[in-house]
């Protein structure tokens, strides 16, 4: 019979007949050496009876068609798209490498070792580590270490670490690049974090934890040889006592199961061991075909378990966990091959027939499975090209001022991490896309950093302005001359916010001694102020009162007493002093009640106006600085130009009249205009004499 070519070969040694699959595997070299059994198997000559024949010849066809979990693994390996994190270009230590080839190892012994656990492992939550953050993986990390057995979380644990330097080697090497522009030495360059601190400290207890259970595990790979050998020797012994055949059936069924039971063995040992146990347990077949009636017992036994290994196949080709499916199979084989024996020789080539072609069908299930994976991949890939298009673009227009900048970073750091949330690619273009992401990144970030750069040379010039207006400010800070102080602090205030960015490292140190020396001098000047404030309220009180008794006077009717009465009033007025500025309108108030005792008297209104300007004046006078007086003297001024350039134009109009009768009204209009702008500009010219003689 012809062998299947979906089904993978085994890779037992190929002079040995029987081919045999080594399931119970050990990849690392035992020291120890295993004793040979006492008798040479390759040198003994069993009985050829009917049933070892056809057996012997079963065997070596199912051997060679049987999945092999190390070939497989293999096939798998191949099969399956590569982690896109193990092709990003990022190079690892020979200590790193050294890790993975001693996890896989250590892998190959745990799932050789424990079918539980091969089974278990599929059933942890394989997530998107690519998209996640360097603060997430290091969570997933911990969670996996805490909660799950540390010999089935290597793939798990692989994928984040990779992904976690991946993420962390880009930010260094950012960090490294600005480090460089700002002028620093390649020598000096340090980067870690706590985050990175604390995803080693996770690493080192996944390590610690996973090395003392493959130590546990390589004693129990010798305690079961051990164990094993002791059976093929017992086993031996059954065809030498003379008992019952009830007995010795029997004892031989005790030793099948202790066999099943016994765990696995070192890897190296494997074949040579099965070889001699599957031979002496032909021999007892040989023995045992003298009663048939305990063989068909023995063979009705195996097709009925064999039968149950095809439902349990016929299931898992309709599994949607094709990987779980695949996993299960290679136990199925291994119970096919190695813990049953033969079976009626009618029923051998159609259940092996149908075991085979379920074996076809999950192979085939999974095939299409990375099919369908490849068309989300090639789908990923499509979607990271054009985030590695929009970064270009993006970097291709380069900003003249900081907050320009500080939008691009922003929308770059946008996109890089829609470029981590994108997925996996196809592995033979992982590199190429990894390396042109990290190209369009790094050019956007030479860019930037040849702006900054380029803005050092300013920031130092700023840095000196605002040094020098620290001084000013810290010089005069304890004054006391406000009226001279106060506006050149505030000049200094404003120019401070004229002044552009300087150093990072200065600009919080050289803010605070600006603040403080400025803060103290108005603290100073408002704690004046307030207590000038209770003067100026008194001086309110004092003048609303005034007010008060201006409006019960009562004029005599003599216009030089009368005139003395109102001096009088106003000589007193201008001695009450100043008041809060919100009340500075009483002042209007008191020079209509002026307004109303002058027309009393028939005085001129030129001679009125000036009385109470000197009221005005007198106000003005106490302010804290000249600031008011100037500019009333250009008011002034400018009220005069005004005058004069209204009777030009009055007399520029009575040139269309020239030709009109004397008594027309409209020329005696304009005459009186003109007469009304000459008095009021002989009361500007007196109040701007009055002023000037301040």
């Not at 580590?129 to 644990?157: F, G, T």
């Amino acid at each position: 019979m012809s062998t299947h070519d979906n089904l993978p070969k085994a890779d037992g040694n190929k002079e040995n007949k029987t081919e045999t699959l080594e399931v119970n595997a050990e990849v690392e070299n035992v020291e120890n050496k295993v004793p040979e059994a006492q008798e040479d198997s390759t040198n003994e000559t069993p009985a050829q009876t009917e049933i070892s024949s056809t057996d012997q010849e079963k065997t070596k066809e199912e051997a060679s068609t049987v999945v092999n979990p190390q070939i497989t693994d293999a096939v798998e390996n191949q099969e399956k798209p590569k982690d896109e994190s193990q092709d990003l270009g990022v190079a690892s230590s020979n200590s790193e490498k050294g890790d993975q080839i001693q996890d896989q190892m250590d892998e190959a012994v745990a799932e050789h070792s424990e079918d539980e656990s091969t089974i278990e492992r599929h059933s942890i939550e394989k997530k998107d580590y690519h998209a996640m953050s360097k603060e997430e993986l290091v969570k997933e990390l911990r969670d996996l270490v805490k909660n799950e057995k540390i010999q089935v979380i290597r793939e798990h644990v692989d994928e984040i670490k990779t992904e976690f330097n991946q993420k962390f080697n880009e930010e260094e090497e950012q960090k490294k690049e600005e480090f460089l522009a700002e002028g620093g030495d390649v020598i000096d360059f340090y980067y870690s974090t706590p985050l990175k601190k604390e995803f080693n400290s996770v690493y080192f207890d996944y390590k610690e934890k996973r090395n003392a259970y493959y130590q546990n595990l390589k004693k129990d790979l010798q305690e079961n040889l051990k164990r094993r050998l002791e059976l093929i020797e017992e086993l031996k012994g059954l065809l030498n006592v003379d008992e019952n055949i009830n007995t010795t059936y029997n004892h031989f069924k005790s030793i099948q199961e202790r066999w099943r039971n016994a765990g696995a063995i070192p890897r190296d040992k494997y074949n040579t061991v099965w070889n001699t146990y599957h031979h002496h347990t032909e021999n007892f077949y040989d023995f045992l075909h003298l009663n048939r009636e305990f063989r068909d017992l023995d063979f009705k036994h195996n097709l009925d378990q064999k039968l149950k290994i095809i439902e349990r196949a016929t299931e898992l080709a309709q599994e949607t966990d094709v990987n779980r499916a695949f996993r299960e199979l290679q136990q199925l084989h291994k119970m096919w091959k190695e813990d049953l024996g033969p079976v009626e020789k009618e029923y051998r080539e159609p259940i092996w027939q149908k075991f085979s072609l379920l074996t076809k069908q999950i192979h085939e299930n999974r095939q299409n499975y990375f099919k369908d994976l490849d068309k989300i991949y090639e789908q990923n890939l499509e979607v990271k090209k054009e985030i590695i298009t929009k970064i270009v673009s993006v970097a291709q227009d380069q900003p003249k001022n900081h907050s320009g900048w500080q939008q691009k970073i922003k929308e770059i750091e946008a996109l890089r991490e829609e470029f981590f949330k994108a997925g996996k690619v196809p592995s033979n273009v992982n590199e190429q896309i990894w390396s042109e992401f990290k190209t369009a990144v790094r050019n956007f970030n030479h860019s930037k950093n040849d702006f900054y750069k380029s803005l050092k040379k300013d920031q130092f010039e700023n840095l000196n302005k605002k040094m020098e207006l620290i001084q000013i400010a810290e010089s005069n800070k304890d004054s006391d001359d406000f009226n001279v102080v106060t506006p050149l602090m505030k000049k200094i205030q404003s120019d401070w916010k004229k002044i552009g960015h300087v150093p990072r490292k200065d600009s919080d140190k050289i803010w605070k001694r600006f603040k403080e020396a400025c803060n103290s001098y108005f603290d100073r000047l408002h704690a004046e102020r307030d207590e000038a404030n209770k003067e100026e309220i008194v001086a309110l009180e004092n003048k609303q009162a005034h007010i008060a008794q201006l409006k019960e006077l009562k004029l005599s009717g003599e216009p030089e007493t009368d005139l003395k009465t109102i001096k009088d009033n106003i000589a007193l007025w201008k001695t009450l002093g100043r008041v809060p500025y919100k009340s500075k309108n009483i002042d209007n108030d008191y020079n209509k009640l002026l307004d109303g005792l002058f027309e009393q008297l028939n005085l001129s209104r030129k001679e009125s106006e000036l009385i109470k300007y000197e009221n005005k004046l007198n106000t003005l006078s106490n302010q804290t600085d000249d600031r008011a007086l100037r500019n009333e003297q250009n008011f002034i001024r400018k009220k005069i130009e005004e005058v004069h350039g209204e009777i030009r134009q009055l007399e520029n109009n009575l040139q269309f009249f020239k030709h009109a009768k004397d008594d027309n009204p409209m020329v005696l209009d304009v005459q009186k205009n003109i007469a009304k702008h000459r008095e009021n500009l002989e009361v500007w010219k007196e109040k701007l004499k009055k002023i000037k003689q301040l």
